[in-house]
C-alpha cells in the first residue's frame, strides 16, 4: 500500500474511533455549550501542537479539532508567555467550545530555578510577582489551576528549614491567589533528582501544612511511576490534597498503552472515586505525524473504555 493510500486508510478509521466524528474537522464550529460528537469518561486536556498535523499550526482550529475528538478541556503550560491578544482569543474560543481550560506553569525562571527552599527573599519576590501575574493571565482563559514547582534542594541546610521554606512561600503566594478562586498545584517531579519535591507524600504533607484551598497537589502519573510506584495506593493515601492529575506512560513519556502503566485500571479508579477534574495530557507521541496523531486518539479510546474492566 502507497504512505498516501494508508494515511487515507489510518484516517478513515479513526472516525469510527472517534464516535463517528472526523478526523480531519478542524475547522469546524460549534455553539457555546453544544457538545462535538462523542467524549469522554474523563475530562482528558490535550496541549496545543499535540494534533498540529492533522489541524495546522492556528491554536484555534487546534482547539476545535480537539473538541471534535471528544476532548472538553486544554493544558498549555507556557499560557503565561503568549501575547495577551493571543491569550484572550484563546479564552473566548474555550468558552464558546464549553471546554476547561486546565493548568498552565506559573513563570518563575524554570523548575529548578529561585528555589523556595533556600529562604532567599529574592527568590520568594520572584515566585510571588509570577503568582501576581498568573492571576491576570487566568482571568483572561477561565483558568482555575496553576501549576507550582518550588525548585531545587539547598543542600547547604537541613531538609526541616528547606521545607519550612517552601511551606512559607507557598502561603504568601496562596494569599495572592484564593481570593481570585485559583488553585497552585504543587508537581512533584522526576526531572532531577536536585528537585525539592519529589514524591505525593512529600507533597501532600506540605498541602497540609500551607492549609489553603489555593496549595494543592498535581499527581503525574508519570512523574510518580518513576519516583514512587504503587500508583493507585498513593493516590488514595493522598486524595485528599489531590487538585489536579496529569498522564504519560512510562518508559517514554508518551500515550497510554505506549508504556508499563495499566491505564485502563488506573482510570477505573480514578473515574469510581468520583474525580471531576482535568486529566492533563502532559506528554509527547510515540509515533510522528498524522499516524500518530491517530494512534494517540484511539489509545484514548481504548484505556478509557474501562467500565468493561
Same mark, same amino acid.
Given at each position: 500500500m502507497r504512505r498516501s493510500e494508508f494515511l487515507k486508510s489510518s484516517l478513515l478509521g479513526a472516525v469510527a474511533l472517534t464516535g463517528g466524528t472526523?478526523?480531519?474537522?478542524?475547522?469546524?464550529?460549534?455553539?457555546a455549550g453544544k457538545r462535538a460528537g462523542s467524549t469522554f469518561n474523563l475530562n482528558y486536556a490535550p496541549h496545543f501542537g499535540m494534533f498540529k498535523e492533522s489541524a495546522g499550526d492556528d491554536l484555534i482550529k487546534q482547539l476545535r479539532f480537539m473538541r471534535d475528538q471528544g476532548f472538553t478541556a486544554l493544558e498549555d503550560n507556557g499560557m503565561m508567555?503568549?501575547?495577551?491578544?493571543?491569550?484572550?482569543?484563546?479564552?473566548?474560543?474555550?468558552?464558546?467550545?464549553?471546554?476547561?481550560?486546565g493548568v498552565f506553569v506559573v513563570d518563575k525562571g524554570g523548575n529548578s530555578q529561585n528555589t523556595l527552599a533556600?529562604?532567599?527573599?529574592?527568590?520568594?519576590? $520572584?515566585?510571588?510577582s509570577g503568582c501576581k501575574r498568573a492571576?491576570?493571565?487566568?482571568?483572561?482563559?477561565?483558568?482555575?489551576?496553576?501549576?507550582?514547582?518550588?525548585?531545587?534542594?539547598?543542600r547547604n541546610l537541613p531538609i526541616g528549614v528547606q521545607t519550612a521554606h517552601v511551606i512559607e512561600a507557598l502561603r504568601r503566594g496562596a494569599e495572592i491567589l484564593e481570593p481570585h478562586g485559583i488553585t497552585m498545584v504543587l508537581e512533584p517531579l522526576s526531572d532531577s533528582p536536585n528537585l525539592f519535591l519529589r514524591t505525593s507524600d512529600q507533597t501532600?504533607?506540605?498541602?497540609?501544612?500551607?492549609n489553603s484551598p489555593s496549595c494543592k497537589l498535581l499527581f503525574d502519573v508519570y512523574h510518580m511511576q518513576k519516583n514512587e510506584g504503587h500508583i493507585i495506593n498513593n493516590l488514595n493515601h493522598t486524595w485528599d490534597e489531590i487538585a489536579y492529575i496529569q498522564i504519560g506512560d512510562n518508559p517514554g513519556r508518551n500515550e497510554?498503552?505506549?508504556?508499563? $502503566?495499566?491505564?485502563?485500571?488506573?482510570f477505573k479508579h480514578i473515574y469510581e472515586k468520583g474525580y471531576k477534574g482535568v486529566m492533563g495530557?502532559?506528554?509527547?507521541?510515540?509515533?510522528?505525524?498524522?499516524?500518530?496523531?491517530?494512534?494517540? $486518539?484511539?489509545?484514548?479510546?481504548?484505556?478509557?473504555?474501562?467500565m468493561q474492566v
Open positions: 472526523s478526523v480531519l474537522a478542524g475547522s469546524s464550529s460549534y455553539p508567555g503568549r501575547p495577551v491578544s493571543e491569550q484572550e482569543r484563546i479564552g473566548k474560543e474555550l468558552d464558546r467550545l464549553g471546554m476547561t481550560m533556600a529562604g532567599k527573599q529574592e527568590h520568594v519576590d $520572584i515566585f510571588l492571576v491576570d493571565v487566568a482571568k483572561r482563559v477561565n483558568a482555575k489551576w496553576v501549576t507550582v514547582v518550588p525548585g531545587d534542594f539547598e501532600y504533607m506540605i498541602c497540609k501544612a500551607v497510554p498503552t505506549t508504556g508499563e $502503566i495499566n491505564y485502563k485500571n488506573v495530557m502532559e506528554h509527547g507521541k510515540a509515533r510522528k505525524g498524522k499516524e500518530g496523531e491517530v494512534a494517540l $486518539i484511539k489509545a484514548y479510546r481504548e484505556v478509557d473504555n474501562f
